[in-house]
Each structure stands twice: as C-alpha cells, then as structure tokens.
C-alpha cells in the first residue's frame, strides 16, 4: 500500500475534527473522499501534508511514518498537493506556475517535465506567456493540476478539482484525473460531486462529521447511507 492513515485523529489546535479515519490508497488507483460540508475530508489531506494538529494515529507513505517529514520535503518523497481553491499565483505567467512546481528539479529536469506535462495540458502551450488570471476558471484548474504534476510525484493529493466549474468543464478535469491515473500516480480525490468522482472511483470513503461512515468500490453510490446524504432521501 503505498499510503496509509491508521486511526487518525487530527485537527486545529485543541479542536479535533477527524475522530478514527482509516485510509488507505494502492499504487494506481483513485480514491474518493466524499461527505457534506465540513466532515473534515479536507482536514484529511492537510493532516497528510503536516497542516493539521495530529492528536494520535499514523500516516505512513512507502513505508515512512509522515509525522515526522516536514511540510517542504514532502515533494521531494513524492507526494504533491493541490488545496481547494485553484491555488494559482494569478500575477505570474503560466510558464511561472509551473517553474514553480519544479523548484526542487535542476534545470535540464525542470524543462523535460515541463514538455511532459504541458502535453498532458496541450491547451496550456498556447498560454505560458499569459498571466495567470486572465484565463479562464476552467484553465486555472488544469494548471494547477498540471502545476502538481511537474515534480513527477507518485501521489496526488486534490481537493475539489471541479469546483466552480461549468459541467462540462468538469467533465474535462475528471477525464484529466483519470489521465492521471492511467499514467501510474496514485490520487486521493475530495469531492463534492459525489457522483461524478464515484464513476472514476477505485474506492471511496464517506465522511461524515469527522468519522468515516462507510467506504467501499465505486458501486457505493447505491447505498442507501450516500442517497440519504446527498439526496435527503
Ligand atoms: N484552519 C482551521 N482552523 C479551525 N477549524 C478549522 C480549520 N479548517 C477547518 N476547520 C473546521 O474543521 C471542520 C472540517 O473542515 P474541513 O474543511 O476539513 O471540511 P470539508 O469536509 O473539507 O468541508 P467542505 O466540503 O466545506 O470543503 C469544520 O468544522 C471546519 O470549520
Ligand atoms: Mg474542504
């Protein structure tokens, strides 16, 4: 298994969100976090990347216990964040954001992963010269995806890639994510689009205040628990 979450309990300061979460993610596969606002599905990657108040439990990737890796070197072991909100750097160009996705590759690396990745993105080749925020929302999030991937990481931490995007847009980046994972990295994928992220799940986990209700293969979506959640049924 190459990342493992065993009994975690995490939060901010002295309030504790995530009470006992077991995840897990195989070499080559999606998994799906879904749950209503505030289950703590984000809490969930940022106690991976070290941005959470780890209270007790274990986050082991390839065998080495997280807990101890700082923030910054975790690039370095293989693992690539991309937080909620089309983080961009909106001032610089295009071909900016992604030089900074690669700051820890030397120079020759740096621009053979840029090729790589741009024709994964072959939309972005237009546009390295633009600034960042004059393309369109659609755009922005296909950089940052693209912007995760420069490092060539083995694990891909994305939270709600599709948000604030037109559906059919939307369409697009779970085509992408899918790309992504037929390229042999890894995802763990927080959405909100229960449905959408289901239909290119290899597994998926509910959340629900904090607790993980249910998880199960991609057939989840049935279950009466994820109607009763999603649909108020
Ligand atoms: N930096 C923070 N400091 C204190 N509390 C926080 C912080 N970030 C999140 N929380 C709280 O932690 C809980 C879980 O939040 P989290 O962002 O993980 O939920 P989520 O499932 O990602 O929700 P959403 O679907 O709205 O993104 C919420 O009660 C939230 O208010
Ligand atoms: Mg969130």
Redesign the pocket.
């Known amino acids: 298994m190459l990342l493992k979450i065993e009994n975690l309990h995490s939060?901010?300061?002295k309030?504790l969100?995530l009470r006992g979460i077991d995840i897990g993610v195989n070499e080559g596969e999606i998994v799906v976090l879904i749950?209503?606002?505030?289950?703590?599905?984000?809490?969930?990657l940022?106690s991976i990347v070290s941005m959470t108040k780890i209270q007790s439990g274990r986050i082991i990737f390839k065998g080495q216990d997280l807990l101890k890796i700082a923030t910054h070197d975790l690039i370095r072991l293989g693992i690539s964040y991309i937080p909620?909100g089309r983080i961009i750097f909106s001032n610089l160009t295009v071909k900016e954001n992604l030089l900074m996705g690669g700051f820890i590759l030397d120079d020759d690396l740096l621009n053979s992963r840029i090729e790589i990745v741009l024709n994964i993105f072959p939309h972005l080749r237009k546009k390295l010269h633009l600034q960042a925020d004059s393309i369109s929302g659609g755009e922005q999030q296909m950089l940052a995806l693209a912007r995760g991937l420069i490092a060539d990481p083995e694990l891909l931490l994305l939270?709600?890639p599709s948000l604030g995007l037109a559906p059919k847009i939307q369409e697009e980046v779970f085509v992408k994510i899918q790309e992504i994972r037929d390229s042999g990295i890894s995802v763990l994928l927080?959405e909100?689009n229960a449905k959408k992220a289901c239909e290119i799940a290899d597994r998926v986990y509910l959340?629900e205040n904090?607790e993980e209700v249910l998880s199960g293969g991609r057939d989840i979506l049935a279950h009466p628990l994820i109607q009763k959640v999603y649909l108020g049924g």
Request: a neutral charge.
């Open positions: 939060g901010y300061g309030f969100v749950g209503p606002n505030g289950a703590g599905k984000s809490t969930v940022k909620q939270d709600e927080v909100q959340l904090g």
